[in-house]
T-cell receptor, first 112, second 116 residues
Framework: GENVEQHPSTLSVQEGDSAVIKCTYS??????FPWYKQELGKGPQLIID?????GEKKDQRIAVTLNKTAKHFSLHITETQPEDSAVYFC???????????FGKGTRLHILP | ETGVTQTPRHLVMGMTNKKSLKCEQH?????MYWYKQSAKKPLELMFV???????ENNSVPSRFSPECPNSSHLFLHLHTLQPEDSALYLC???????????????FGPGTRLTVL
């Protein structure tokens, strides 16, 4: 069945450095790729998304890239700060039924 | 605050109990969702309601029974649960009337459920 693979499961980076989280998807017809951030005790919150007609999108320190040929997309966080510590989920939607499939999540630790 | 509230935030119940989870959204959205979040597993979509009609039921056991009396409220009725049902149950809403996933979903904080 369709699935979304996310790596790494845990990531520790020094404050100020960059963090990269990668996801691959199996359904070539997927056309919407959101990224969610979940802080402790809260539900996931959308931080950025990208649609299949663009290859890159940036919002301040956060950027997402999409390679449709390879079926993978990545989240890039630059100049990381302590408040970036959280669990990040990638997701992809299936075009045929609009179902959203989530990755297993990446726990990001920002080290002081 | 995302505009989606869930009560209770924590719930402990025995396998023979009946309880209900409540979700309320104050965003004027037309679609609402129930998700199950277990440790080290992806978020699992359980139910989707669009304009108060159920449009998705992902082979969820009948011991979970959803109810959507209006577009602002969503319930998940629980009955005869198993210990493996212990998880964080998340409610979400989105503006699309089709219940489609291609619009931002706004999540509530979740209900942490423990089944003894």
């Amino acid at each position: 069945g369709e699935n979304v693979e996310q790596h790494p499961s845990t990531l520790s980076v020094q404050e100020g450095d960059s963090a990269v989280i990668k996801c691959t998807y199996s359904d070539s017809a997927s056309n919407y790729f959101p990224w969610y951030k979940q802080e402790l005790g809260k539900g996931p919150q959308l931080i950025i998304d990208i649609r299949s007609n663009v290859g890159e999108k940036k919002d301040q320190r956060i950027a997402v890239t999409l390679n449709k040929t390879a079926k993978h997309f990545s989240l890039h966080i630059t100049e990381t700060q302590p408040e970036d510590s959280a669990v990040y989920f990638c997701a992809a939607t299936l075009k045929r039924d609009d179902k959203i499939i989530f990755g297993k999540g990446t726990r990001l630790h920002i080290l002081p | 605050e995302t505009g989606v509230t869930q009560t209770p935030r924590h719930l402990v119940m025995g396998m023979t109990n009946k309880k209900s989870l409540k979700c309320e959204q104050h965003l004027g959205h037309n679609a609402m969702y129930w998700y199950k979040q277990s440790a080290k597993k992806p978020l699992e979509l359980m139910f989707v309601y669009s304009l108060e009609e159920r449009v998705e039921n992902n082979s969820v056991p009948s011991r979970f029974s959803p109810e959507c009396p209006n577009s602002s409220h969503l319930f998940l009725h629980l009955h005869t649960l198993q210990p493996e049902d212990s998880a964080l149950y998340l409610c979400a809403s989105s503006p699309r009337t089709s219940g489609g996933a291609r619009d931002e979903q706004f999540f509530g904080p979740g209900t942490r459920l423990t089944v003894l």
